[in-house]
């Protein structure tokens, strides 16, 4: 495939300086939206589902340093456990990262794996201490957390800059870019402009009325309308360049983030993309990679068949494993691998879940008809069902569940799931009894003259019992009688009369302990 991308002499090419890509990594309701929308200075915050980035979006922000003008590419990742993936391949493109730590909260586990990602990439870090204006705000207590991790402020002697800021006033924010770009300026990033453009692409998305829509970071080269640009499976030529702030425009250099249009499907996020000379070029590589792709599929589903044949048919015929069975659909690819991603990791040996299909794109007629022959639940990420979909699914009575935050989907097909499992079956002791006399009744068997050490006896409940420490019979008590008048339950402290159902060996010294069997449900572990 390289040998498609063309080549050029750099020794004869000048790299020239870049801007820094910077990704905004952070703990959910730590203020990571927040920050960027005050550098924005666009209120964008209070319109995100539970408070949480939906969507990755790249953003160029002027920014002053000194009497020079300078431009800072935030790449915005989600910020919730589930988008761990997405997270990561943020990092990949990414020069520096904001870590936003809340002054009020602390270190928690999103904000670990941010620092994880980020080391895991090389990629360095500055540290946005948010929330400063708020009482209970304790800086130093985050910078003291921060050094368990391997994160050290350089005031404190370590090589990481840490910045008070507020989202909320603004306090610091000057700081926090002055920050960023001095960072930049160790790394020397530098890129060739004059060449054929190549880069990633951050989200992709089918539009109505646009069609399949990348938005493309530029790595290295310059991008212009026209070109003819291979993205995964995906192959095109640019029929437009849309800036971040939504003006079209004819090209866009290195560290620039651009909406794409004009390819013939939506590539996945984190995709490589890259101009080629001319569509022939395109559609080869389009067609291996097809061919790829088929391989690996054909692949997965032989070995998914063997292990169906060999080992699930079997279990599930012995009642050992369940599947549920789901579709799922989404505005953009990076939530559809989210939600793939999140499922993915619920697992358990008596449960399979197996996603039948998944796409971008509204709820369709196929998606319902699938679903009713697959017995399928459908997944829907912030899009809707077409209206013949709609009444298809309330005639076949094919569940439609739609959501606007992962989290919430992840939530509910995992309590599903848990609904589905076989309840364990534990045992609570309820009491026990010293057997003190023995009484023989005719038509009846023997009754054990029993007091109560612990708890209770209770009438129609199971029953051990235990001499010499061994367990010599497992029944129940179907009779307690107490000064001759049958009782429901003798508590401790107590005596009474017991007999064990279909069992007369009692003799005095032995031991009756009582218990109840109840089911609890399992839960699953993500």
Same mark, same amino acid.
């Given at each position: 495939?390289?040998?498609?991308?063309?080549?050029?002499?750099?020794?004869?090419?000048?790299?020239?300086?870049?801007?820094?890509?910077?990704?905004?990594?952070?703990?959910?309701?730590?203020?990571?939206?927040?920050?960027?929308?005050?550098?924005?200075?666009?209120?964008?915050?209070?319109?995100?589902?539970?408070?949480?980035?939906?969507?990755?979006?790249?953003?160029?922000?002027?920014?002053?340093?000194?009497?020079?003008?300078?431009?800072?590419?935030?790449?915005?990742?989600?910020?919730?456990?589930?988008?761990?993936?997405?997270?990561?391949?943020?990092?990949?493109?990414?020069?520096?990262?904001?870590?936003?730590?809340?002054?009020? &909260?602390?270190?928690?586990?999103?904000?670990?794996?941010?620092?994880?990602?980020?080391?895991?990439?090389?990629?360095?870090?500055?540290?946005?201490?948010?929330?400063? $204006?708020?009482?209970?705000?304790?800086? $130093?207590?985050?910078?003291?957390?921060?050094?368990?991790?391997?994160?050290? &402020?350089?005031?404190?002697?370590?090589?990481?800059?840490?910045? @008070?800021?507020?989202?909320?006033?603004?306090?610091?924010?000057? @700081?926090?870019?002055?920050?960023?770009?001095?960072?930049?300026?160790?790394?020397?990033?530098?890129?060739?402009?004059?060449?054929?453009?190549?880069?990633?692409?951050?989200?992709?998305?089918?539009?109505?009325?646009?069609?399949?829509?990348?938005?493309?970071?530029?790595?290295?080269?310059?991008?212009?309308?026209?070109?003819?640009?291979?993205?995964?499976?995906?192959?095109?030529?640019?029929?437009?360049?849309?800036? @971040?702030?939504?003006?079209?425009?004819?090209?866009?250099?290195?560290?620039?983030?651009?909406?794409?249009?004009?390819?013939?499907?939506?590539?996945?996020?984190?995709?490589?993309?890259?101009?080629?000379?001319?569509?022939?070029?395109?559609?080869?590589? /389009?067609?291996?990679?097809?061919?790829? $792709?088929?391989?690996?599929?054909?692949?997965?589903?032989?070995?998914?068949?063997?292990?169906?044949? &060999?080992?699930?048919?079997?279990?599930?015929?012995?009642?050992?494993?369940?599947?549920?069975?789901?579709?799922?659909?989404?505005?953009?690819?990076?939530?559809?691998?989210?939600?793939?991603?999140?499922?993915?990791?619920?697992?358990?040996?008596?449960?399979?879940?197996?996603?039948?299909?998944?796409?971008?794109?509204?709820?369709?007629?196929?998606?319902?008809?699938?679903? /009713?022959?697959?017995?399928?639940?459908?997944?829907?990420?912030?899009?809707?069902?077409?209206?013949?979909?709609?009444?298809?699914?309330?005639?076949?009575?094919?569940?439609?569940?739609?959501?606007?935050?992962?989290?919430?989907?992840?939530?509910?097909?995992?309590?599903?799931?848990?609904?589905?499992?076989?309840?364990?079956?534990?045992?609570?002791?309820?009491?026990?009894?010293?057997?003190?006399?023995?009484?023989?009744?005719?038509?009846?068997?023997?009754?054990?003259?029993?007091?109560?050490?612990?708890?209770?006896?209770?009438?129609?409940?199971?029953?051990?019992?235990?001499?010499?420490?061994?367990?010599?019979? @497992?029944?129940?008590? &179907?009779?307690?009688?107490?000064?001759?008048?049958?009782?429901?339950?003798?508590?401790?402290?107590?005596?009474?009369?017991?007999?064990?159902?279909?069992?007369?060996?009692?003799?005095?010294?032995?031991?009756?302990?009582?218990?109840?069997?109840?089911?609890?449900?399992?839960?699953?572990?993500?």
């Amino acid at each position: 495939m390289e040998n498609y991308i063309p080549k050029i002499d750099e020794s004869k090419v000048k790299a020239l300086p870049r801007d820094p890509v910077v990704t905004v990594m952070g703990h959910v309701d730590h203020g990571k939206t927040s920050l960027l929308d005050h550098i924005r200075k666009a209120r964008v915050a209070a319109g995100e589902a539970g408070g949480i980035t939906q969507h990755i979006g790249a953003y160029k922000v002027p920014v002053r340093q000194g009497k020079q003008k300078r431009n800072i590419v935030f790449l915005d990742t989600p910020g919730h456990a589930a988008f761990t993936e997405m997270r990561a391949r943020g990092a990949q493109v990414t020069d520096v990262v904001i870590l936003v730590v809340a002054a009020d &909260d602390g270190v928690m586990p999103q904000t670990i794996e941010a620092i994880n990602h980020s080391k895991a990439a090389g990629v360095p870090v500055v540290v946005a201490v948010n929330k400063i $204006d708020k009482e209970e705000a304790q800086p $130093d207590r985050i910078r003291q957390q921060m050094t368990e991790f391997g994160v050290i &402020d350089e005031a404190w002697g370590g090589d990481t800059q840490f910045v @008070d800021v507020s989202a909320k006033t603004g306090q610091g924010i000057d @700081d926090l870019l002055e920050a960023v770009l001095l960072q930049a300026e160790l790394l020397e990033l530098k890129a060739i402009s004059k060449r054929p453009a190549t880069g990633v692409v951050v989200e992709a998305e089918l539009s109505r009325g646009r069609g399949p829509v990348a938005t493309v970071l530029v790595q290295e080269g310059t991008l212009k309308k026209g070109d003819i640009v291979v993205a995964g499976m995906a192959t095109g030529r640019v029929r437009a360049l849309v800036d @971040d702030r939504g003006r079209q425009v004819k090209s866009a250099g290195p560290a620039t983030p651009v909406e794409v249009l004009g390819l013939n499907a939506v590539p996945p996020p984190s995709e490589r993309f890259f101009v080629v000379k001319d569509e022939k070029d395109a559609r080869t590589i /389009s067609s291996h990679l097809e061919d790829k $792709d088929r391989e690996r599929r054909l692949a997965e589903e032989r070995k998914r068949d063997k292990l169906s044949l &060999d080992q699930l048919f079997e279990k599930m015929q012995a009642g050992e494993v369940k599947t549920l069975n789901l579709i799922i659909k989404s505005d953009v690819q990076g939530s559809l691998e989210a939600l793939r991603t999140a499922f993915g990791k619920l697992k358990h040996p008596e449960l399979e879940v197996r996603i039948i299909h998944d796409a971008v794109g509204a709820i369709s007629e196929s998606d319902v008809q699938l679903a /009713s022959a697959s017995e399928a639940i459908i997944i829907g990420f912030n899009i809707r069902p077409e209206k013949n979909a709609k009444q298809l699914a309330e005639q076949d009575g094919v569940e439609i569940k739609l959501y606007s935050v992962i989290y919430n989907a992840v939530d509910d097909v995992k309590a599903a799931m848990e609904g589905m499992l076989s309840p364990n079956i534990e045992e609570n002791v309820l009491g026990k009894a010293a057997v003190r006399d023995t009484f023989g009744v005719p038509k009846f068997g023997t009754i054990a003259g029993c007091a109560v050490l612990q708890g209770k006896l209770v009438r129609n409940q199971r029953a051990r019992l235990i001499r010499d420490g061994r367990v010599i019979a @497992d029944t129940t008590i &179907d009779s307690l009688r107490r000064f001759k008048e049958n009782v429901a339950e003798v508590d401790r402290g107590h005596e009474c009369g017991a007999h064990l159902e279909r069992y007369n060996d009692v003799k005095v010294g032995d031991e009756i302990e009582c218990y109840e069997l109840i089911e609890v449900a399992q839960k699953l572990e993500m």
